[in-house]
């Protein structure tokens, strides 16, 4: 469940983790950078383009936004309310934009990779006090949580469907956290008994 690495031969399947890293972050700000809702626009089908030529394919980008429809609605609503529908607009294509960005690089890289490049990146921090490993471990799982939980939200808000409880944020938003906090609990069992520990690293 928690490796969403599909295999490939692309251009971005072959580029280094960490430099996938770096184009992450450039790119994410850059979204939030751009002036406009057309701009915004035409990034997405950029991205989009990039789903296509990496072989993951248009139904690959959509699995990425598809469970957190809901939650682009509520969002989309409240803006409207406070400040206009283009601004709504806007604000839901950037936040799109956003995890279709990390879905190419958690669908890319494996985490074992990822790990890899931050911990190497990270190393600068270690004269401060810092844990690379550890810091690294949080980021990469934190970037894998994302399409994680988008899954987990879209499930649940499938079974309270067949409940007619879809339309209730309560109903959808307590199992939620209840499976995210068992989920979190699984990862640190798994990790206690694989014998990792970041304070020797």
Known sequence: MFELYRPG????????PGAKLLALA???????????????????????????????????????????????????????????????????ARFATLLLLAGLLTLTTRVSDMVAAMEIGFQVLRPLGLNPSKISLALALALRFIPVLAQITG???????????????????????????????????AIEARGYNPDKA
Not at 158 to 170: M, T
């Open 9 to 16: 031969n692309s251009f971005l399947h072959a580029m280094r």
């Open 26 to 92: 450039a790119a994410g700000t850059g979204v939030f950078l751009l002036p406009g809702l057309p701009a915004i626009i035409a990034v997405m089908l950029a991205v989009l383009a990039i789903y296509a030529a990496t072989g993951l394919g248009l139904a690959t980008a959509w699995a990425q936004l598809r469970p957190v429809l809901l939650v682009f609605a509520i969002l989309f609503a409240a803006q409207v309310f406070i400040a206009g529908w283009l601004t709504g607009a806007f604000f839901i």
């Open 155 to 189: 499930e649940v808000r499938e079974a309270q469907r067949v409940r007619g409880l879809d339309g209730s944020i309560i109903a959808v938003a307590i199992p939620v956290i209840v499976r995210t906090l068992r989920m979190s609990d699984a990862i640190a069992d």
